[in-house]
C-alpha cells in the first residue's frame, strides 16, 4: 500500500501549514496581537510534535524555547549583536530567557 507516501505528504502539509501559521503570527504581533501571535506558534508547535515534523531553523528564532511566545523584536524582544562572539542575542522580554545564533549573513560572505 501507499502508506509510505501518504506519510511524505502528510509532513509536506504540515510544513507548509508550520509556515503559514508563522505567517500569521507575524501580522497578529505587526497589529499588536501578540495573545494571538502566540497562539498560532503553539498551533504550529503543536503540529511539530503530533506530526514528527522538526521547526524549520529560520521559524525557530521566531519564538522563544523556553516561553514558547512569539518574539518580536522591539516589542516583547531585546535583539543585540554580540561581535565578540559574532552572534545575534536575542533575550525573551516574557520570561527573560536569552537565545543565541550565529550571524548568518557573514558566514555565507565567507564561503
Ligand atoms: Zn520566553
Known sequence: MARRNDRRK??????????ILFTLAEKEAVSGDLGQANYYVKSARDICTRTKTPIPGFLKRKFCGGCGHFLKPGVNCRTRLDSRHKRVEVTCGDCGRVSHYPYVREKKEEG
Not at 10 to 19: F, G, T
Open 10 to 19: 502528510r509532513e509536506d502539509i504540515s510544513a507548509e501549514r508550520i509556515e
